[in-house]
Nanobody, 126 residues
Framework: QVKLVESGGGLVQAGESLRLSCAAAARTISGFGVSWFRQAPGKRNREFVAGISWNGVHKDYTDSVEGRFTISRDNLKNIVSLQMNSLQPEDTAVYYC??????????????????WGQGTQVTVSS
């Protein structure tokens, strides 16, 4: 069983930063792409935020976070991080990391992910 554990969420003011981490047991995410999704209050679906390929070469960001968020991974420590700068109230959501089942580059479809963490709450006040 693959277990992903997110951490780093919290309550911040607009313009501040947070760094989220997605930790996994050894070999459970090595060789797989990992992405961050978020689910805003009142929204039914998770929204793709950022993804990174298994080797860190390919990255993808949704337009609303491009230039503010940076995804990275440390394959020795089995951690995928999301550095979030210049946070805005519209970034408020529960953030989830997911393991991508296949493909060499990040994909945005939720159905392409087989394991998820429990989520971490990010709240940005204005």
């Amino acid at each position: 069983q693959v277990k992903l554990v997110e951490s780093g969420g919290g309550l911040v003011q607009a313009g501040e930063s947070l760094r989220l981490s997605c930790a996994a047991a050894a070999r459970t995410i090595s060789g797989f792409g990992v992405s961050w999704f978020r689910q805003a209050p009142g929204k039914r679906n998770r929204e793709f935020v950022a993804g990174i390929s298994w080797n860190g070469v390919h990255k993808d960001y949704t337009d609303s976070v491009e230039g503010r968020f940076t995804i990275s991974r440390d394959n020795l420590k089995n951690i995928v991080s999301l550095q979030m700068n210049s946070l805005q109230p519209e970034d408020t959501a529960v953030y989830y990391c997911g393991r991508q089942m296949r493909y060499s580059q990040p994909v945005r479809e939720v159905d392409e992910y087989d394991f998820w963490g429990q989520g971490t709450q990010v709240t940005v006040s204005s």
